[in-house]
C-alpha cells in the first residue's frame, strides 16, 4: 500500500506549508517509511480524508477527533508550541475584537456579531462557547454568529467590520502576525479561553502498531534533520497524548451546556 500522509492545519502561508512538509518528510524519515508515502498537497473535505484507509499520517483538531475521529484514527503525538497561549502541548484560544469597537471585555459582546471558522473547531467554536457560556441569557448572547471556514478568514471579518469578536487558536495567531505583521493591524486581544490539548498528529486505523510506534518514536525523540525542522515552526517537542487528555474538549462542552448554552449564538 502507499500511504497518504499531509499536515494541513497551520498552513497559513507558502512558507509555513513548505515548513510542514519538510517537517512531515523529516518525520517519515526517520520512521523509516518514507519511500512508501504519499505527501498530499490537497485532500478535500478534511474529515472524510482523515477517515480513509490509506491515512498514514495527519493533523486533526482535537473536537472532531473526539466525536468523529476516536474509532478511525488514533493519537500519535501532540506539539508544543512556544508560542503565547500556549503550555507544553496545551493550548488556547485568542479573543480578539476591533479596536474602537466598545469591545474591552467579553461581555461587551453582547448582541454583536461572533466570526468562528468551523462548527466542530475545538478553539473557534468550543472554546468561544464555553467562555461565553456563563454570560449567556437564555441559551443566547450573540446577534449572529458567522461561519468563516478558516481562522484566517476570521480575523479579516472581525478587520472589515463584518463581525465583532472571535476565537482564534493562539498558534494561528502567532503564525498570522509572523507571516504578515498587518494581519492583526487595528485589533485588540480581549483575552484567551480555557487551555485544552492542542491538535495531534494521527494516523490511520490500518496503520500497524509497528509502524504507528515507529512514528511515534521519531516524534518523542527527533533526530537532527526533524529538530532543524520543529524549530523555525516554533515547535518545541512532541507529547504523547491520550483519549483521557483529550476529554478535557468535551468537558468544555459539558460545561457550557450545564449553563444552558449547548449551541454557540
Keep these: 500500500m502507499t500511504w497518504q500522509a499531509i499536515l494541513p492545519m497551520y498552513n497559513v502561508s507558502p512558507r509555513l506549508r513548505r515548513g510542514y512538509s519538510e517537517l512531515l ?54 506539539p508544543a508550541f512556544d508560542v503565547p497561549g500556549c503550555a507544553g502541548s496545551d493550548y488556547t484560544s485568542v479573543l480578539i475584537a476591533r479596536a474602537g469597537s466598545g469591545i474591552r471585555t467579553l461581555a461587551d459582546a453582547r448582541g454583536r456579531v461572533a466570526a468562528a471558522n468551523e462548527r466542530h473547531s475545538n478553539s473557534g467554536m468550543n472554546a468561544l462557547r464555553h467562555a461565553v457560556a456563563p454570560l449567556a441569557r437564555g441559551g443566547s448572547f450573540f446577534d449572529n454568529v458567522k461561519w468563516t471556514g478558516s481562522h484566517a478568514a476570521s480575523v479579516r471579518l472581525v478587520r472589515a467590520g ?35 490539548p492542542g491538535l495531534p498528529l494521527i494516523a490511520g486505523k490500518t496503520v500497524p502498531d509497528a509502524l504507528l510506534q515507529r512514528l511515534r518514536a521519531a516524534l518523542l525523540a527527533p533526530g537532527s534533520r526533524l529538530r532543524a525542522a520543529m524549530e523555525p515552526l516554533r515547535i518545541r517537542a512532541f507529547h504523547h497524548r491520550d483519549g483521557r487528555d483529550y476529554e478535557r474538549i468535551a468537558e468544555l462542552e459539558r460545561q457550557a451546556a450545564a449553563l444552558g448554552y449547548a449551541v454557540l449564538r
Design 162 to 196: 463584518a463581525a465583532d469578536v472571535a476565537a482564534i487558536d493562539c498558534v494561528t495567531w502567532a503564525y498570522l502576525r509572523q507571516e504578515d505583521p498587518a494581519a492583526a493591524d487595528g485589533l485588540t486581544e480581549l483575552g484567551c479561553t480555557a487551555a485544552s
Design 25 to 78: 518528510a523529516a518525520v517519515l524519515a526517520d520512521a523509516g517509511v518514507g519511500a512508501t508515502v504519499e505527501l498530499v498537497e490537497e485532500t478535500g473535505p478534511l474529515l472524510d480524508f482523515w477517515q480513509q484507509p490509506d491515512l498514514l499520517l495527519s493533523q486533526a483538531c482535537g473536537y472532531p477527533w473526539l466525536h468523529a475521529l476516536r474509532g478511525h484514527a488514533t493519537l500519535v503525538a501532540t
